[in-house]
C-alpha cells in the first residue's frame, strides 16, 4: 500500500498555494507522481517537495505540469501571478498568508469598489488586506477550494466578510462599513454562482444572514432600512442556493423570510420579485397550482412595463404545461413575449434585467418537454445551448440535462446518452441538483436501450458518480 498522500496547506504562502494547485491537477488526470515524473523527465522526490510547498516550483517545472496535465495554462498564469506579487516588500508590510492584524480584528476602511477585483473564472473572491491597510477582493482558486479545503473551509475563507459584518459590542461600530462590504459580497457569490453551483456559497450566505441579524441592533433609520433590504436579498439568494441543491424545504424557508423581510424593507418591487422567485420555486417542485397563483400575483403587483411582468407570466406559463393544459401554456409564453416587447427600454428596476427572449423560449422549451412534444423542446434546448454566453457553466448543464431527456422521449438514445454525459461532468462539477435530478429521469428512461454504447457509459458514469456522492 502506498504511502498516504501528506495534507497540503495551501492558506501557508504562494508556494503551498501553487503546489496544492499542481497536485491537485496531478490527481484530477489520475497520475501518480512517479508516472507523470517520467513523462516529464523531473525527479518525483522533487516534484513532491515542490507539491508540498517545501520547494519553490522553478518556472519549467511549471510549464511541464501545465502542458503534461492539460491545464490550458492555469498553472502558468497563477505562478506568474504569484510572482509578480512576491515582490520585495517594505519590513512594515503585511503579507496576507503572514501573521498579522486580521480583518476581522482590526478597523479599516473598505476600498473604493473601483478597487475591487471581479472575480474571475479559475476561483472565488475573498477578502483580503493590502500593505497599505485596505480591503480588497482577490481570486482563490475553486481547485484549491474544492480540492484541498472543501466547502467547510470555502466558508471560512469568507469569515472575513462575517466578521467585519459581525455586531461588535454596543457603541463600537468599526470604520468599515459593514453594508458595503455585504453587498460586496453578495456580488460575489451571485457572480461565481454560474460556475461553481450552490454548496460553497450557503454557509456563507447563512452565516452573513446571522451577522446581519445582530447588526440590526447597532443601525438606526437609513442604515438600519438598507441593512434590511440587504438581509431580504440575502435571504432571497439563499432560497436560491438551497433550490438549485435540491433542498427545497430550506428553499421555502428562506424564500418565505425573504418574503417576510421585504415587507419590512419598504421595497415594492423587492417583494414582487421574491414572489416571482417563489412560482419558480413551485414549478420545480412540480406544484403546479402555487406556481400559477403566485405567478398570477406578481404579475399583478408588478409595475406595468417591468420585467419582472415579464419574468411572471414565464413562470406561470411553465405552470400551465405542468397541468398539462398546452393552449394554455402556449398563450402564457405569447403573453410572456408580448410583456417583453413593451419593456421599458431603460428600466429602473435592478430586478429580472437578465430576462430576454432567449430565456422565455428556453422555459417553453422545458414545458414542451414535459407536455410531451419533445421533438420541439430538442430545439428549442439546442438553441439555447448553442447562444448561451461562455460563463453561465452551471445553466449550460441544465439545458444539456433538460435536452437529454427530451432526445429520449423522441426516442434518440445515443445522442440522449451523449448530451447525458456532458451534463453529468457539469452536475458533478458544481453540485447542481437542477441537474443531476433531470438526469436520474434520463437514467431511468434509457434503462430499455442496453445495447446502445452512450447510454451504457452514461448510465456506468451516473453510477459512479452517486458512488463517490456517498
Known sequence: MGQKPRILTPHAGPDHYLGAEMRDWRTHRGLSLSKLGTRINFSPSYMARAERGD?????????????????????????????????PRPASSVHVSHPGPHVSSDHVPLDDETGIEAPSSEGISVPARTDDGRIIFVSISRRALLGTLGTAAAAAAFSDASAAAASPTSGTLPALNPIEHLKATRRVLIDNDNLFGPYQSIPIVERQMAAMKSLRRELRGTDRQQLVQLQTQYAELAGWFHQDAGNFRAAQHWTREGLELSHLSGDPELTTYILV?????????????EALDVAEAAEDRAEPGSRLAAVAATFGAHGHALRGDTDACKRAYDHAHDLYQALDPNPASPWGVWLDSAYIEVHRAHSLSALGDHKAAIEG??????DLP??????????????AVALAGAGEAEQ?????????????????????????????DLGKWHSVITVNEFQDAMRDAVLKQA
Open 55 to 87: 520547494q519553490a516550483a522553478s518556472a519549467d517545472l511549471i510549464s511541464a505540469y501545465d502542458h503534461a496535465l492539460r491545464a490550458e495554462g492555469t498553472l502558468v498564469r497563477k505562478y506568474r501571478r504569484l510572482h509578480e506579487t512576491a515582490q
Open 381 to 386: 434546448f439546442g438553441r439555447a445551448i448553442t
Open 277 to 289: 422567485r417563489r412560482s419558480q420555486l413551485a414549478g420545480d417542485m412540480h406544484d403546479a397550482i
Open 416 to 444: 440522449a446518452g451523449t448530451a447525458g454525459l456532458q451534463a453529468l461532468q457539469i452536475g458533478v462539477e458544481t453540485g447542481s441538483s437542477r441537474i443531476t435530478r433531470e438526469l436520474a429521469r434520463l437514467d431511468e
Open 390 to 403: 461562455a460563463g453561465f457553466h452551471r445553466d449550460r448543464g441544465v439545458y444539456l440535462a433538460r435536452q
